[in-house]
């Protein structure tokens, strides 16, 4: 619809593939949920970690934050 805002959000493994192609494709992401994603060595991803790595994601595409 007109006026609608896409957003992005994936599960488990799939967060950061999916959220760095949407935004690629100039789409809205949601990252956050510190029990979907894990960081190296089985720790887990704190909310803030997840949002710092989109927000270099979208540095990367050259887009404002």
């Not at 887990?44 to 970690?49: E, F, G, M």
Request: net charge positive.
């Amino acid at each position: 619809p007109q006026n609608a805002v896409f957003t992005v959000e994936g599960l488990m493994r799939n967060v950061y593939p999916l959220c760095t192609m949407g935004i690629a494709m100039g789409f809205h992401v949601r990252v956050g949920q510190e029990d979907n994603m894990w960081g190296r060595k089985g720790e887990r991803a704190t909310s803030v970690q997840q949002i710092e790595k989109m927000v270099r994601a979208n540095v990367d595409f050259i887009r404002q934050t």
